[in-house]
């Protein structure tokens, strides 16, 4: 049994793999498929409702607040685990408050 691949060729419908993603105003299809001569590999991306209008929606966002806030995220985790293994030596390296010094 064959099927049309999605550059119109026929290829065996077992060996016809499909990955399809449906994210808010795009579409990705990723097929594979394998002929007597080569393994193919087609990638359809499909936008809705077209490149341009999701350009134009980029554009109107700050790249670098979201890249700064990517960063933070990331290091967040991280950030807050060095604070709590530096509180006990941050408390002993502390000076000497008001009072404390009797000499």
């Excluded at 594979?32 to 393994?39: C, D, F, L, V």
């Excluded at 077209?50 to 790249?63: D, K």
């Excluded at 967040?76 to 000076?95: C, E, G, H, T």
């Amino acid at each position: 049994m064959t099927d049309d691949t999605p550059n119109g060729h026929a290829a065996d419908t077992a060996d016809l793999v499909r990955a399809t993603a449906h994210l808010p105003g795009l579409d990705v299809e990723v097929a594979r498929w394998r002929s007597a001569a080569a393994e193919h590999v087609a990638i359809s991306v499909k936008a809705t409702p077209s490149f341009e209008a999701v350009g134009r929606a980029f554009e109107a966002a700050n790249p670098f607040a979201l890249w700064m806030r990517s960063a933070e995220l990331a290091w967040l985790p991280w950030l807050v685990a060095s604070r709590a293994v530096m509180a006990p030596w941050v408390l002993l390296a502390a000076p000497p408050q008001r009072g404390e010094r009797d000499s």
